[in-house]
């Protein structure tokens, strides 16, 4: 006789009728698996069943790309999907949405401007306002609200991405950068240009300095 493992059995105990009763996959189960997973079309979520239902969840699979895209000054998202796992559940305020997110980005090294590819990870934990529930005062602008039954993941998505860019990406820790006066990279090797070491903020006070010894040494002359 096969083992446990009933997909393993002879072909005429494939038949729902066939199978061990121990063997057959609950109903209840497969039921319960099926609700508890939602899609995501064009970054809308539908939450009709969420709502006014406190502890209930559903699983969400994100793998979709941002309209427009996503970018900073040196950094920005590619076209490729943002990817990750989310979970969207009913709360008393409306739908608490969490999980982990990430996409990849192509970044400008803030020294030598070299372009880098690198990856933008973000842990999300965000609430979509239900009706009756609205915030009132300056808190308003900055709440995501739930829109009829649906959930618009796109506002956060973007908002958590562009947060998550570097403001002052290096391509390596002890990048060298550009020269200030050719623009060549020293990372390459040393340039041409002669160094001057002169600090451009000193300037005024030599004009000073040689004016002084200027004054100092003309009675000295006449003298």
Not at 118 to 136: F, K, M, N, T
């Amino acid at each position: 006789m096969p083992g446990n493992n009933w997909e393993n059995w002879p072909f005429w105990y494939h038949f729902p009728w066939s199978r061990p009763f121990g063997l057959r996959p609950s109903r209840t189960n497969r039921k319960n698996e099926k609700e508890r997973d939602a899609r995501v079309s064009n970054l809308t979520m539908s939450v009709a069943e969420l709502l006014g239902h406190p502890g209930e969840y559903r699983d969400v699979r994100l793998s979709e790309p941002l309209p427009g895209g996503v970018r900073t000054t040196l950094a920005r998202l590619t076209g490729d999907p943002v990817s990750g796992d989310l979970r969207a559940e009913s709360v008393i305020e409306g739908i608490l949405v969490t999980g982990d997110v990430s996409g990849a980005t192509v970044v400008q090294c803030a020294r030598c401007l070299k372009e880098f590819d690198s990856r933008a990870d973000v842990e999300l934990c965000e609430l979509y306002v239900g009706p009756g529930h609205d915030l009132s005062g300056s808190e308003t602008d900055d709440t995501y609200k739930v829109t009829g039954t649906e959930i618009n993941l796109e506002p956060m998505l973007r908002d958590a991405m562009t947060l998550a860019l570097p403001l002052n990406p290096l391509c390596r820790a002890d990048c060298k950068g550009l020269c200030a006066q050719c623009g060549a990279d020293l990372n390459l090797g040393d340039c041409s240009c002669a160094e001057d070491e002169t600090d451009p903020r000193w300037a005024p006070l030599e004009t000073l300095k040689a004016r002084l010894e200027e004054e100092t040494q003309g009675p000295a002359r006449s003298a």
